[in-house]
């Protein structure tokens, strides 16, 4: 497996699966008094109950950045706990000038050991290049986010985006594209192969089924990411695996 691409494709055939646990423990969906101690457990537990389930995690860089040099040790633990049967994936969207992207590739390929990693575009070539000198490690570019006000710089960028991501491409480049607004996704399906890395299902409320439909050509290719929906759900394990069904049922029908 010389390359991310590769890597993926291997993972997702390996455990059947292309759901992401994205691992965003919000204090606020748990107990009013919750420790940090409380919060480290509870995401070690998650992990523990989807494990046999999903094909990537996803930790939010966000929900242990407020915790200072603790969150950064937790996510350190945390990554260790997960181990190499799954991709991980920094969701922290960087986006910075090529000399100061340099360091954030080593800090989260290198020091970290994260398989992949969200990025923002907005400074163009220079900001995505530096992650590109490690061939085995990924790339999920934002193209369409699922947030609400995403249009208003994206509906006319999203080309753009992809000409840049399908010039650098050495099968390590893929596409954040939100499943809130599949017309968009099925526009952007048309233009490029590249993997998808898809939020918004769950709790921002995509159509799965719709999704899947768009990129059922791209089975290898496409991870399918779930997070509040399951790791705050009453039951981690069965929604995982709920998930997990639909998932594999309406790529095979």
């Not at 950045?65 to 997960?82: P, R």
């Not at 893929?174 to 890395?197: D, H, Y």
């Not at 039951?235 to 095979?252: H, L």
């Amino acid at each position: 497996m010389n390359s991310y691409k590769e890597k993926l494709s291997h993972f997702i055939k390996k455990n059947n699966s292309n759901l992401c646990i994205g691992i965003d423990i919000d204090k606020q969906f748990l107990p009013k008094n919750s420790s940090l101690k409380n919060l480290i457990e509870y995401s070690f537990s998650v992990v523990d109950k989807t494990r046999e389930f999903c094909v990537a995690y996803k930790p939010n860089l966000a929900f242990f950045e407020e915790w200072g040099s603790e969150g950064f040790i937790w996510l350190e633990n945390l990554l260790k706990h997960i181990g190499d049967q799954h991709i991980i994936i920094c969701d922290a969207k960087r986006g910075d000038i090529g000399n100061t992207a340099k360091h954030y590739a080593n800090a989260y390929f290198e020091t970290f050991g994260f398989d992949a990693i969200t990025l923002n575009p907005y400074l163009g070539s220079d900001s995505l290049l530096p992650f590109l000198q490690f061939p085995n490690k990924g790339i999920y570019v934002l193209c369409q986010t699922s947030n609400k006000s995403a249009p208003q710089l994206q509906q006319n960028t999203s080309s753009k985006v992809i000409e840049i991501c399908e010039e650098l491409d050495n099968n390590n480049i893929g596409l954040v594209v939100g499943a809130t607004n599949s017309e968009g996704m099925k526009s952007i399906r048309t233009k490029t192969k590249l993997p998808f890395l898809i939020p918004g299902i769950g709790a921002q409320g995509g159509n799965l089924q719709e999704i899947i439909s768009i990129n059922k050509e791209f089975k290898f290719e496409t991870i399918i990411n779930v997070s509040r929906a399951i790791i705050f759900s009453e039951s981690i394990s069965s929604t995982a695996q709920q998930y997990n069904n639909m998932i594999n049922e309406f790529y095979d029908n």
